[in-house]
């Protein structure tokens, strides 16, 4: 059962959510608020969880995860609905109970800065959240799921993190800092989005994998990892970075080999699960190289 729930949760992915806010929190270390670090960080995971839930859930509801009834692990979803395991309406529910816990530790956030300011902020990121594969608006189906990915787990959560230690927002520094967590979380969705291909145009889910072609869709993935390359070495040039953020260097090897794995076997899942780890590990790397740049 705590096997189950834990794959239903898809715990391993909120690394992609605690590090860019972890970061954001970080930029200013001068008068740290720890109680804001606390319940803004939970708010950040259950948001997370809240958004996995409702993503298996809505997928499913369209038939998208339904194509193929095999779990991967790294993409295409749980399949615990596929399997019997657990039923729509469970993960409704725990998706919304998640999304009830991110709320109160909103709330006490609020009352921690002494702003209503997270609130409104907030209700605007769960609905966004849910929204990304539920329906009227369904970014994910529409072509913005890189996009919104790139919003939510990139700017978003780096300046939300700077805000709730700096009360300031909007903040050019934050943004410019915040791009490389955009950039390669969303090279992860573009490598996992081509194994998915088949399964998603039935389902009519469509992405920007389906508009560049999956035979190329590994330039795409390059493009993306030049993209948050080229922004990390930006800040440095302005003086946002230190110099051990030049050791991201390092993730143009693994890079290359996830690269060379989407194009060599873009129509074999079983093939494609390694370039989704490697895609995954290289976001890993480069948020705590970041981190580091900052303290060292």
Not at 1 to 27: C, T, W, Y
Not at 87 to 103: D, I, M, Q, T
Not at 144 to 160: H, N
Not at 165 to 193: C, M, R, Y
Request: glycine share 8%; with cysteine; hydrophobic share 55%.
């Amino acid at each position: 059962m705590i096997k189950n729930l834990f794959r239903a949760l898809r715990l391993p992915f909120i690394a992609a959510s605690i590090l860019p806010f972890i970061f954001g929190s970080l930029i200013v270390r001068k008068n740290f608020n720890p109680a804001g670090f606390i319940w803004g960080l939970l708010a950040v995971i259950f948001t997370h969880l809240s958004a996995n839930l409702i993503n298996d859930y809505s997928d499913s509801r369209s038939g998208a995860d339904w194509s193929d009834k095999n779990s991967y692990g790294f993409f295409g979803g749980s399949k615990l609905i596929q399997e019997g395991v657990f039923s729509e309406r469970f993960y409704f529910a725990a998706a919304v109970c998640c999304a009830g816990l991110a709320s109160v530790c909103v709330i006490l956030l609020a009352l921690n800065l002494k702003t209503c300011f997270v609130l409104w902020m907030y209700l605007l990121i769960i609905i966004s959240s849910w929204q990304y594969t539920a329906r009227p608006l369904a970014f994910s189906y529409n072509y913005l799921g890189e996009l919104f990915l790139f919003i939510s787990l990139g700017p978003a959560l780096v300046m939300g993190g700077y805000f709730i230690q700096t009360g300031i927002f909007p903040d050019l520094k934050s943004l410019v800092l915040s791009l490389p967590f955009g950039f390669f979380i969303a090279s992860v969705l573009f490598a996992n989005e081509v194994p998915d291909f088949s399964g998603d145009k039935k389902a009519g889910k469509n992405n920007l994998v389906s508009l560049c072609r999956v035979e190329r869709a590994y330039l795409g993935y390059y493009t993306l990892i030049f993209l948050g390359l080229l922004s990390i070495f930006t800040a440095l040039g302005l003086g946002y970075l230190g110099v051990v953020s030049i050791s991201s260097l390092l993730i143009i090897f693994p890079a290359i080999k996830a690269g060379r794995i989407l194009k060599m076997n873009y129509s074999d899942k079983f093939k494609l699960m390694p370039s989704s780890r490697v895609a995954i590990n290289i976001q890993i790397l480069a948020g705590i190289i970041l981190i580091l740049s900052l303290w060292i």
